[in-house]
């Protein structure tokens, strides 16, 4: 069932990019995250009342780094989708395995210091090729588009993959510290909500387009229906395998996003950015066997 869940969050997350792209036409980014976030907090409230679960938390410093982080992510990858094709944009939201990964290897050699009693930690160089691999895949879907005014999209997608990585090793951090997950993504939920509106003053706000301006609804609906479908993933996945299998499903996100792409916005991806989309894929899996064998068990998604 855990594997269904995951499914489920995956096509919900690319449902919301379909919104997120047909809304940032008539919206800046800045905007979508305080909507995103207002209606998400909503949704989570409620669902917290109906669970008894209380919204108050010992560990508010904790909440606000995760949510500082996870609204820089979904800030740049709401200017992302806005900018380049929905395959491609998905895909570097799923990088966040890749950038785990580098941070597991960087992270041991840095607190490594050298002594005759602790030898260097071993290089896991199959974990490094993993990172160059998926790192190449992105100069290969990239390429087309760095040949024309995309480039500066993709950079901040790379920012985006990164940040969301860093934003889920801490919703671990914060589950082993028995946070209930209606609590956790409500206030990222509310990060959003204020992040977002502190930022409207200096983006501005655009004119309600009338009819349009109802995809903010669906918009904070599926992202918070995302956010509970992977949570309750990871939550039932009663073994390291299970755990495994979940997290490598998350990809299915990228062909709900293809079919989107195709179907509704006419997406025509040149077959070396669909190469390197499977090259970051077939890494981000290889990454997250390796990181399981290792004994990390930070979700990839």
Not at 135 to 151: A, D, K, V, W, Y
Not at 174 to 182: C, D
Request: hydrophobic share 55%; proline share 6%.
């Amino acid at each position: 069932m855990q594997a269904l869940w995951m499914v489920l969050a995956a096509f919900l997350f690319a449902s919301m990019g379909v919104c997120i792209k047909l809304a940032s036409a008539h919206f800046n980014a800045a905007e979508l995250v305080f909507y995103r976030g207002l209606i998400s907090m909503a949704v989570l409230w409620a669902l917290a009342r109906h669970q008894g679960v209380s919204l108050a938390t010992r560990y508010p410093g904790m909440h606000a780094w995760r949510s500082l982080i996870g609204v820089t992510s979904l800030g740049c990858w709401f200017y992302v989708i806005g900018q380049l094709p929905l395959p491609t944009a998905m895909t570097f939201n799923y990088m966040s395995s890749l950038w785990i990964a580098a941070f597991l290897v960087g992270g041991t050699l840095l607190s490594w210091r050298p002594s005759a009693e602790q030898p260097r930690p071993p290089l896991q160089i199959p974990l490094v090729l993993c990172v160059l691999v998926g790192f190449g895949g992105i100069l290969l879907m990239m390429r087309p588009s760095l040949e024309g005014s995309q480039g500066f999209a993709g950079i901040v997608g790379m920012v985006s993959g990164m940040a969301t990585a860093l934003a889920y090793m801490q919703v671990v951090a914060l589950s082993r510290l028995g946070e209930p997950e209606a609590r956790t993504v409500f206030y990222f939920a509310l990060g959003c909500a204020v992040a977002g509106g502190a930022a409207l003053p200096f983006t501005g706000t655009s004119p309600w387009p009338g009819w349009p301006g109802l995809w903010l609804l669906p918009l904070g609906l599926l992202a918070a229906g995302g956010q509970l479908c992977m949570t309750l993933a990871y939550a039932r996945s009663p073994s390291a395998r299970g755990t495994l299998v979940v997290a490598n499903l998350q990809y299915t996100g990228l062909i709900f996003a293809a079919i989107y792409g195709v179907a509704v916005f006419g997406d025509e991806l040149p077959l070396i950015a669909w190469a390197g989309i499977l090259l970051i894929v077939g890494s981000g899996i290889a990454a997250t066997v390796l990181r399981a064998r290792t004994g990390d068990n930070t979700p990839a998604e």
